[in-house]
């Protein structure tokens, strides 16, 4: 499969532990994505990246949210102190900067915390 | 703020009946809007996008200004057609906003 990975695909974390889940993009995209969604919703965007800088963030993410893209290639999202509140997954997608791009989307990160 | 409004959370027609799902938008400039779709197990997936103008799988969708719609249509449905859509609008960034999606189930 060629198209967006992340990993871990589902990850059970204690209330207060940090998690970081990574997202390696489709190879020649420099914009990467990252959005939530939770039960019942649709997917709401979190940040995004063209090539290692981040552009624009979310009001949706906290200061517990941190995402990075440090060579312009995968990224990561790191959430420290997990709350129950942030138990949803966690999509990543990538495009092409151009006009008329569509995203490709991952099969997300399913974060549960107890 | 920008909105995208899909009504329905479920809608259950029956194999060769027409599909019509409901969407609606509310945004200030001129819109990009898109369908994506969620097969059982799947990652989400483009399915179309306005300005393509195109037919996909049997579905069609028209953007209406006046109506600020966005409704997506198949005349004859299909059982494989049974997923999760998702209408959604692209914003400055090329970044998307999702309505909270439709399940179409599509019964024999």
């Known amino acids: 499969d060629t198209g967006v990975s992340q990993n871990p695909r589902h990850k059970i974390t204690k209330r207060g532990q940090n998690v970081t889940f990574r997202c390696d993009p489709i190879s020649e995209h420099n914009r990467l994505y990252w959005y939530r969604q939770t039960l019942g919703q649709g997917p709401e965007f979190l940040t995004y990246f063209q090539n290692e800088a981040q552009l624009e963030k979310s009001r949706l993410l906290s200061d517990r949210f941190s995402a990075e893209r440090p060579k312009g290639s995968f990224s990561t999202l790191e959430i420290q102190r997990t709350e129950q509140g942030d138990s949803a997954m966690y999509l990543c997608a990538s495009s092409l900067e151009a006009l008329r791009t569509e995203a490709f989307f991952g099969q997300g990160t399913r974060l549960t915390v107890v | 703020a920008q909105r995208v409004t899909q009504p329905e959370k479920l809608l259950s027609v029956f194999k060769g009946a027409p599909v019509e799902l409901k969407c609606n938008y509310s945004y200030s400039g001129s819109p990009e809007l898109f369908w994506y779709v969620q097969y059982s197990r799947q990652r989400l997936q483009l399915l179309l996008r306005?300005?393509s103008r195109e037919s996909i799988k049997g579905f069609t969708a028209d953007l209406n200004k006046g109506e600020t719609s966005f409704h997506l249509k198949k005349p004859f449905a299909q059982e494989e057609d049974s997923a999760m859509y998702y209408c959604a609008l692209k914003e400055y960034g090329n970044k998307l906003v999702f309505g909270a999606g439709t399940i179409l189930r599509v019964k024999s």
């Open positions: 306005h300005i």
